[in-house]
Structure formats: C-alpha cells, structure tokens
C-alpha cells in the first residue's frame, strides 16, 4: 500500500491551512498537491476509488472557483487518478462520489486523504 504521511494543498498560500497543520502525522516529509490532482491519484492507487472521485471533484471546483486551468503535467496526474477511480466504480457510487466532493470541506479534506478505509 501506498503510504504518505503530509499532504500539502497548494492555492497560493504561504502556508498549510491549520486544519492540515493539526491533522497531519509525524514523519518523513512528502507533499502530494490538491491542486494539481495528486490526492486523487495516490487514493486511487491506495484501491480508494470513492475518496479518489471526491477530491478530484473537490479539486476541479476549486480550480473552477479560482478561474484556474490545469497544467498539462496536473491534467496528466488529475486523468489518471480519475480513470482508475471511475473504472472501479458503478455509476451509482460515482454519483455518489462527485457529490460528496461538491459538498466537501476543507475541515473534512485531512480525515479523507488519510483514511484507511474507502469513503467519500
């Protein structure tokens, strides 16, 4: 299994939003990007395919929001989270996914990416 232990969400910001800061564990330094699609894609190899389809929604409406476009490498790591996560997904659950990620939170955004168990 897949293991990373800090999670930056990169916007703009100078630093991590404290609920990251708060909910982040001890241990070796890795960054994987909201922004640019990496916490879907490393749900998605973890075989959490409804957390992967979340944030990438929950990634895709702050990119909308924020009048942004993807970046060929980030389109690239955001389609390959998305293919593995819908290939492993009926539509019911897809739906299911696409709208817990249009109504995630930042508060919720930590307890998902590190969940050991698929949920969206």
């Known amino acids: 299994m897949l293991q990373y232990t800090r999670l930056a969400r990169h916007f703009d910001v100078d630093e991590l939003p404290p609920i990251l800061l708060?909910?982040?564990p001890s241990g070796p330094l890795s960054?994987?990007?909201?922004g640019c699609g990496d916490g879907p894609l490393l749900a998605a190899l973890e075989h959490?395919?409804?957390a992967a389809l979340c944030l990438a929604t929950y990634?895709?409406?702050i990119m909308s929001a924020q009048g942004k476009c993807?970046?060929?490498p980030d389109a690239q790591t955001r389609e390959r989270g998305l293919a593995l996560a819908l290939a492993a997904l009926d539509e019911a659950a897809r739906a299911r996914?696409?709208?817990a990620g249009r109504s995630l939170r930042e508060e919720r955004i930590a307890a998902?990416?590190?969940a050991t168990v698929d949920t969206a």
């Open 22 to 24: 708060d909910h982040l």
């Open 31 to 34: 960054f994987a990007d909201f």
């Open 48 to 50: 959490r395919p409804r």
């Open 59 to 61: 990634a895709d409406s």
């Open 70 to 72: 993807w970046t060929p």
């Open 97 to 99: 996914s696409i709208d």
């Open 112 to 114: 998902l990416a590190f």
